[in-house]
Each structure stands twice: as C-alpha cells, then as structure tokens.
C-alpha cells in the first residue's frame, strides 16, 4: 500500500493577488498512502495554502492535484464537494465542531452531510479508540480541549477517508494533551493504514512522522526521512536563517 501514491500535486503555483503574494510556486510533491507526513517552514512559507490546495479547500492557479489517483484541480461545485466529503478528512487546530450537537452527531455529520450510510459499528470503534467511549452524549462545552480534538479525529476516521490533513493539530493544547493527540495519529497510519498530512511549527510532533517536507517562499527546499526532533529543529533552523537571508539581501 505504501507504493500507492495518496496525494500528489504536480508544478502547482497559487498567487493571491491581493496581498502580491506567490504562496506556491512550482510545488511538486507526492504523499505515499498509508505514511504519516509533515510539513514544515517558516511563516509565510506556503504550508497552509499546500495543504488547502491539496485537499480541495483551496484552486491552484495552475499545475495538477490529484487525490486517490483522481484530479481534482478542474473539478467544479458540487462534484469538488463530493471528492472531498469521500476521499478526505480534516483534523484543524480550532476544532470544527458543532457545538449543539453531541460528540455522537459531530462524529457522524461528514457522513450524513455527503448522503451516505453511517456505519455507526465502526463510529463507535473509532469514539472507543479515541478514548471517549461513554462521553458521546456530551457537548463540545463539556469536554476539555484535547477531548474536542479527539473528536475531531473521531469525526475524520469515521468516514474511512484516503486522507487525513490535519493543519496545526496539537497548537492549541498542553505537551501532554498534545503528545496524545500525536499517539492517535500515529495509531491511524500504524493500525488503519491511513494516510496523514500534516501542518506543523513543532519539531517533536513533525519527528512523529515518517517525512517531513520542508517549504521556504512557496518552494519545497529539502525533506528528512524518520527523523528525530533534534534533526528537525535544526533544519528549520537552516531554512528558516536562508530564508531571512534571502529577504535581508532582497532588501538591499
């Protein structure tokens, strides 16, 4: 499965015009079904836009996406939706949730919402998975912050999504909360066989991971394989130092 490409995007450049700004240019990248991947870079970089216009939330100026071997770069309302609501899940740092409905319904909601069948046997194996079995009556309010992520991720999993992209996942919670979080993620890709990517300014949550790529003014400048956290941190440091470099010198 690994030898499967999940995602791929094909010399994609996305300028937003307002701000004068170039957020990817020329990217190209595949994502292996079944890995856990991170990207990385300073701010600004491209990251977020990378992971938007890989899953569809986002068009591409130009160049190709592909998701599960279909290309969903030129498809157009509703079937963009569509693509979307079968081939992928979200996990975000502010959550998502509906706040007036149970952990129960925010689990199932992708799927009503995309016409499908819950499999409410596999939803309440995720919830349990997710350690919030008993708590699936509950509200949003009532749960802390790392229990509404873990819901998040409930909601993602439930669907049997090809891709999970999750942007900023553990920002918002404590180390420890965080690091559980990062577990659960890593269960995905271990023991469901699903594919992750990832958004992240952490080097010990991007050290989790199997790849991490790392972006510098919209381009992909480099990529570490199983790293440690240590190895991560030093190569943002690198990227990050070129990249005020670059500015200072394009100053002058």
């Known amino acids: 499965m690994r030898n499967t490409v999940a995602v791929e995007l094909i010399d994609v450049t996305k ?4 701000a ?4 990817l240019d020329g990217v190209s990248v595949a994502f292996r079904a079944g890995t856990f991947n991170a990207v990385m870079g300073p701010s600004g970089s491209g990251k977020s836009t990378l992971l938007q216009c890989a899953a569809g939330l986002d068009r591409a100026d130009s160049g190709r996406v592909l998701l599960a071997g279909a290309e969903i770069g030129q498809l157009r309302e509703p079937k963009l939706t569509e693509a979307r609501r079968k081939l992928v899940g979200f996990v975000f740092q502010s959550y998502n949730l509906i706040d007036s409905l149970s952990v129960w319904h925010n ?3 992708p799927q009503r919402l995309a016409g499908a069948r819950p499999d409410r046997a596999w ?3 995720v919830v349990r998975r997710v350690g919030l079995a008993g708590r699936e009556d509950d509200r949003p309010a009532q749960l802390s912050g790392g229990q509404r992520q873990r819901v998040a991720l409930a909601r993602a ?3 049997r999504p090809e891709v999970i992209f999750a942007d900023e996942p553990t920002g918002a919670l404590d180390l420890t909360t965080g690091r559980e979080v990062l577990d659960l993620l890593r269960e995905a890709v271990d023991g ?3 594919t992750i990517v990832m958004v992240t300014h952490d080097p010990a949550a991007a050290a989790r991971a199997d790849r991490v790529v790392f972006l510098a003014d919209g381009r992909i400048v480099t990529e570490l394989a199983s790293p440690s956290a240590a190895q991560v941190a030093a190569q943002m440091t690198a990227v990050t130092d070129r990249t005020a470099a670059t500015m200072t010198g394009s100053a002058r």
């Open 192 to 194: 469901l066989r699903t």
């Open 107 to 109: 689990v199932l909601l």
């Open 123 to 125: 939803a309440r194996e």
């Open 20 to 23: 004068g700004v170039r957020a």
């Open 157 to 159: 999993l439930a669907a």
């Open 15 to 18: 300028t937003y015009p307002g």
